[in-house]
């Protein structure tokens, strides 16, 4: 069974920074790209990055950019997102899949001062 983990989320105040993990197993790792979404209370889930295979292409929506970063370890079948600069409007569960199905329970992120 395909499964992804994500960890790492907690309180920050606006303009600190989280990284978050995503930890899979159940699939070849390497050979899949690896998207994170958000969804805030009463709102849609939402793309955040995503990055291919092997890493050497990601893309960051518009409204993360140059603040979050995606990265991945092929070896540890993980993923990350470097979040800074965070912004109230950041908070949110944070998800990752593969394959637009499998979610996993997500990581709470929570920007409050």
């Known amino acids: 069974d395909v499964q992804l983990q994500a960890s790492g989320g907690g309180l920050v105040q606006p303009g600190g920074s989280l990284r978050l993990s995503c930890a899979a197993s159940?699939?070849?790792?390497?050979?899949?790209?690896i998207g994170w979404f958000r969804q805030a209370p009463g709102k849609e889930r939402e793309a955040v990055s995503c990055i291919s295979n092997r890493g050497d292409n990601t893309f960051h929506e518009r409204f993360v950019e140059g603040r979050f970063t995606i990265s991945r370890d092929n070896a540890k079948s993980t993923v990350y997102l470097q979040m800074n600069s965070l912004k109230p409007e950041d908070m949110a569960v944070y998800y990752c899949?593969?394959?637009?199905?499998?979610w996993g329970q997500g990581t709470l992120v929570t920007v409050s001062s």
């Open positions: 159940g699939f070849r790792f390497e050979d899949y790209a």
């Open positions: 899949t593969t394959n637009l199905v499998d």
